[in-house]
């Protein structure tokens, strides 16, 4: 099994969960759900700067300035951004739903509960 095959049905399985747990009714599942679309989010711009294991983003000393020499440092620091970014994100919501919950007496999406 390649690398690449490995990488993609992880993106995937991370967005289908995601998505899953975006359309459920829980505050909690929504909030892990956007969690979930992040991480898939950052592996998929990892996987957009080329696969090189082995390979570094810095210029070395005798090895020749050529692209198939080095991994493109752009993707890894875009994913670090979106990592800060998504903690705070994620934080924030924690913080939105635990308040919400107080003021409802309710953890459902939309402030009541179903009705049985």
């Known amino acids: 099994m390649s690398l690449e095959f490995l990488l993609a049905s992880g993106i995937g399985v991370l967005c289908a969960g995601g998505f899953w747990l975006i359309l459920r009714a829980r505050t909690f599942d929504v909030i892990l759900g956007l969690t979930f679309l992040s991480y898939a989010v950052n592996l998929f711009l990892f996987s957009v700067g080329r696969l090189n294991p082995g390979k570094t983003p810095l210029l070395k000393e005798g090895v020749a300035p050529l692209l198939s020499n080095y991994t493109d440092p ?6 670090l951004t979106a990592i800060v970014i998504s903690m705070a ?3 924030l919501l924690l913080v939105l739903a635990l308040q919400a919950r107080q003021a409802n007496a309710s953890d459902h999406a939309d ?6």
């Open 89 to 91: 994100m994620t934080v």
């Open 111 to 116: 402030g009541s509960e179903p009705r049985a």
């Open 74 to 79: 752009l993707p890894q620091a875009l994913v």
